[in-house]
């Protein structure tokens, strides 16, 4: 079936770098991503979404790419520091017929991310 | 608490046996999902309540899984005749309304359930 990929299981960093973590999604139909972080013993925490009729969006210190052309998404980090590490998913929706996404999310399989001090 | 609470935080139990999983959502979010993450991987779909009844069942693998939220609150998930391949972390997220899109899922910390 379709499903969200990640290119990348691991991914280590110096602190202060940049990071950038991949998502690749197969169904085109979706409409809506998100991105979570997850810490050991805990559950998915929002970071960031974006809809597809984006392509970029910003929050604080994390930035969102999305190309629908190839299907891609990306998660950018400025300046990781190491209480970013953690497990990155994205998660996509695809809206019902009235355009409303509701909470059924279909995640990747995460990425880790080590941050080294 | 302001968040979404998950009782037991772990439960170990024999195939075979009964178990009941409880969350209590965020006060006032009327939309409550069930996810199951099993190690490694990311959470799956399980079940969605609008209010006191299941507007989406259809990630609920089969007929020993079943849930409800009698009051439109607190939900309970149950599973029967527990097998080995139900060991997993069982996330509960509530939202404040149906709509994702406007805002986000706020999880719990998970139910650990090991089936020995």
């Known amino acids: 079936g379709e499903s969200v990929g990640l290119h990348l299981p691991t991914l280590s960093v110096q602190e202060g770098d940049n990071s950038i973590i991949n998502c690749a999604y197969s169904n085109s139909a979706s409409d809506y991503f998100i991105w979570y972080k997850q810490e050991s013993g805990k559950g998915p925490q929002f970071i960031i979404d974006i809809r597809s009729n984006m392509d970029k969006r910003q929050g604080q210190r994390v930035t969102v790419l999305l190309n629908k052309t190839v299907k891609h998404l990306s998660l950018q980090i400025a300046a990781t520091q190491p209480g970013d590490s953690a497990v990155y998913f994205c998660a996509e929706i695809l809206s019902n017929a009235g355009g409303t996404s509701y909470g059924k999310l279909t995640f990747g399989q995460g990425t880790i991310l080590t941050v080294h001090p | 608490g302001a968040g979404v609470s998950q009782t037991p935080s772990n439960k170990v139990t024999e195939k075979g046996k009964y178990v009941e999983l409880r969350c209590d959502p965020i006060s006032g979010h009327t939309a409550l999902y069930w996810y199951r993450q099993s190690l490694g991987q990311g959470p799956e779909f399980l079940i969605y309540f609008q209010g006191t009844g299941a507007a989406d069942d259809s990630g609920l693998p089969n007929d020993r899984f079943f849930a409800v939220r009698p009051e439109g609150s607190v939900s309970t998930l149950k599973i029967q005749r527990t097998e080995r391949g139900d060991s997993a972390v069982y996330l509960c997220?509530?939202?404040?309304?149906?709509?994702?899109?406007?805002?986000?899922?706020?999880f719990g910390e998970g139910s650990r359930l090991t089936v020995l």
């Open positions: 997220a509530s939202s404040l309304l149906g709509r994702v899109g406007t805002g986000e899922l706020f």
